[in-house]
């Protein structure tokens, strides 16, 4: 099964690679978009593809971060998630400005806010709660917590109780106390962690360091930049990190990715997990839904990060 993933992951790559040549000039923007229908078990039409990426194009305004390749990601998204994409980004632009409205910034991040939650049922002060909580984070590490933070204080205001800060620093702490190292890294570990509702801090922290070992006893060095996969993995009981070392080296293996190592594992790790959520009793639970919205976040925010354009031109963009 993941071996069919990957193939198509291969051929989805190859044929955005020819396809947007000249307007993707990041290739990791293309594996990351290639992933997003292979985790979602989602056929590629290229023709609808384009379809959806012009429309973004044209529906957004002249400045906006929306016409850089950040547009490839969403009309992935778009397209795996919704029969009308038209309708959904027409909503997609609806809850941007009532984030804009509730106190967020303009800019690429909270559209990526706002893509994190698309498609669920939305209390109306979810954005006031979100912003809240985003301004907690701050107060605790003002010099990590940066607007890339938006996603996920989206997804905690929308599960987490009101002491969710206090929870988060719980996992922090005895992290840092286990060998994290502390920065941004471990505050996306500890944001991702405090978002499984069915297990304690203990269970998962153990978990996380069972990962983290197993994962180093395979011989993949635990970077801090891999944190948040630990994290995700950990969702899984028992996860096989022989299993994901072997679809890691699968990938260091095909030519066109062998020069994206870091890439690489994350798309590892998306690729057991998105499978693990069919073949197991994974499926059954409420953490479905959980786990499938982290790894949408992972894949959107990463090309966020990558697209240098998006990023320059969110301070001065509206949609």
């Avoid at 992951?9 to 594996?31: F, P």
Wanted: charged share 25%; proline share 3%.
């Amino acid at each position: 099964m993941i071996q069919d993933q990957i193939n198509q992951y291969e051929d989805i790559y190859t044929t955005l690679k020819k396809r947007l040549r000249w307007q993707a000039s990041d290739h990791q923007v293309l594996m990351l978009t290639a992933s997003i229908y292979c985790t979602n078990d989602h056929p590629f039409d290229v023709e609808r593809f384009m379809d959806i990426s012009e429309m973004i194009k044209k529906e957004s305004g002249m400045f906006s971060h929306m016409k850089s390749q950040l547009r490839f990601s969403c009309a992935a998204l778009l397209d795996v998630k919704s029969e009308d994409p038209r309708l959904q980004f027409e909503r997609l632009q609806t809850l941007y400005s009532r984030l804009i409205e509730a106190g967020f910034k303009k800019g690429v991040y909270t559209h990526l806010a706002a893509l994190a939650v698309l498609g669920e049922e939305i209390d109306p002060d979810l954005p006031e709660r979100a912003l809240t909580l985003y301004k907690r984070m701050a107060k605790e590490h003002l010099f990590l917590t940066g607007h890339s933070d938006y996603p996920l204080a989206m997804l905690l205001a929308k599960k987490g109780p009101e002491n969710i800060v206090d929870y988060i620093e719980t996992f922090y702490d005895q992290l840092n106390h286990e060998g994290f190292r502390k920065g941004n890294d471990l505050q996306t570990m500890s944001h991702i962690l405090s978002l499984q509702e069915e297990e304690g801090p203990e269970s998962m922290i153990s978990r996380a360091l069972r990962i983290h070992d197993a994962l180093r006893s395979e011989g993949i060095r635990m970077k801090p930049a891999f944190y948040p996969h630990i994290a995700l993995l950990s969702f899984v009981k028992d996860a096989d990190c022989g299993r994901v070392r072997s679809i890691w080296d699968n990938l260091n293996g095909i030519k066109a990715f062998k020069w994206h190592k870091d890439v690489n594992f994350m798309m590892a790790v998306n690729f057991y997990v998105s499978n693990q959520l069919e073949d197991t009793s994974l499926a059954t639970t409420s953490l479905t839904t959980t786990i499938e919205t982290l790894i949408q976040a992972q894949q959107t925010a990463m090309i966020a990060t990558m697209s240098a354009t998006a990023v320059i031109t969110s301070s001065s963009s509206d949609s």
